[in-house]
T-cell receptor, first 114, second 110 residues
């Protein structure tokens, strides 16, 4: 186990709804990255948070937004859900922003949009 | 831009050796990762290379050639539990993002 936790583990929503996913980073880690992983694909980078500020964003529309809290836990919010948003959402934490330190992944939240 | 290529699927026999290749193109290279991902689970870290050469860790080794934009993951003494997807990922120097390939699904036959 990596010490990174995510909730919920599974979620079913309908098109147009909004969803909030949560991630608690490993102790001592101040950077959290979020990824979307569609079936049979590699994880796609959504954005990264470092000390409560967004630091880098992938090719995702503004309806994907996030927050990082003072304890370095993080939320991913998705508005106006679309069918293609169905995927495994992974968060990963690391201890420094720009170093060789690797990311450790949480177990993921599987989101199904109907 | 960034591009990472790895084979979609490979099959090998229990006890054998398999090499999974990865080629990449990036505007600024700052390290290459290999992750293992079992079906329905999160990726788990296997190795990190930032300098050219071979890094060995038990049954797994990872090689990097920065001039060729090439890496491989070598798995020895294959076990059934090694059946998984193997993800190659590159960190971009410009913005520190980690970009993943689509993964290689490895099937181990008894």
């Amino acid at each position: 186990e990596t010490g990174v936790t995510q909730s919920p583990t599974h979620l079913i929503k309908t098109r147009g709804q909004q969803v909030t996913l949560r991630c608690s980073s490993q102790s001592g880690h101040n950077t959290v990255s979020w990824y979307q992983q569609a079936l049979g694909q590699g994880p796609q980078f959504i954005f990264q948070y470092y000390r409560e500020e967004e630091n880098g964003r992938g090719n995702f529309p503004p309806r994907f937004s996030g927050l990082q809290f003072p304890n370095y836990s993080s939320e991913l919010n998705v508005n106006a859900l679309e069918l293609d948003d169905s995927a495994l959402y992974l968060c990963a934490s690391s201890s420094t922003l720009s170093s060789a330190d690797t990311q450790y992944f949480g177990p993921g939240t599987r989101l199904t949009v109907l | 831009g960034q591009n990472i290529d790895q084979p979609t699927e490979m099959t090998a026999t229990e006890g054998a050796i398999v090499q999974i290749n990865c080629t990449y193109q990036t505007s600024g290279f700052n390290g290459l990762f290999w992750y293992q991902q079992h079906a329905g689970e999160a990726p788990t870290f296997l190795s990190y290379n930032v300098l050219d050469g071979l890094e060995e860790k038990g049954r797994f080794s990872s090689f990097l050639s920065r001039s060729k934009g090439y890496s491989y993951l070598l798995l020895k003494e294959l076990q059934m539990k090694d059946s998984a997807s193997y993800l190659c990922a590159v960190r971009d120097r410009k913005d520190d993002k980690i970009i993943f390939g689509k993964g290689t699904r490895l099937h181990i036959l008894p």
